[in-house]
């Protein structure tokens, strides 16, 4: 296969001069569009966001929230960093962790 003869050169990947480039650029293009529509199926950030999670998703997604927030304010993170630190962890937007934040606080005051 074409991909066992690239050269790996510092940060740059090259084929070598007689062999043809196109068909492993197009497997790579390919692999890198389909784990991004992965990624993007599995994330909470398709849809319309927390509110199509299943109750068993929504729960173990609020647990990791609460987790999160303890350790942030156990580290005496900045208050107006916490939530922005919280939805990188979850991999959310930050407004799916503002509902989160909300939902929290409503149902168990944290």
């Known amino acids: 296969m074409e991909g066992e003869r690239l050269l790996r050169e510092g940060n740059k990947i090259d084929h070598p001069a007689n062999f043809s480039k196109d068909v492993q650029d197009a ?10 529509l992965e990624a993007e199926r599995s994330s909470i950030n398709t849809g319309g966001g927390i509110e199509d999670l299943a109750d068993e998703k929504l729960h173990e997604l ?5 987790e999160l ?9 900045p208050k107006e960093l916490i939530l922005p630190l919280i939805a990188d962890k979850l991999r959310v937007k930050e407004k799916d962790a503002e509902r989160l934040e909300k939902f929290v606080f409503k149902t168990y005051g944290y």
Not at 62 to 66: A, D, I, K, L
């Open 27 to 36: 497997v790579a293009i390919l692999v890198s569009d389909l784990m991004a």
């Open 62 to 66: 609020v647990e990791r929230f609460m």
């Open 69 to 77: 927030k303890h350790e942030l304010i156990s580290a005496d993170t």
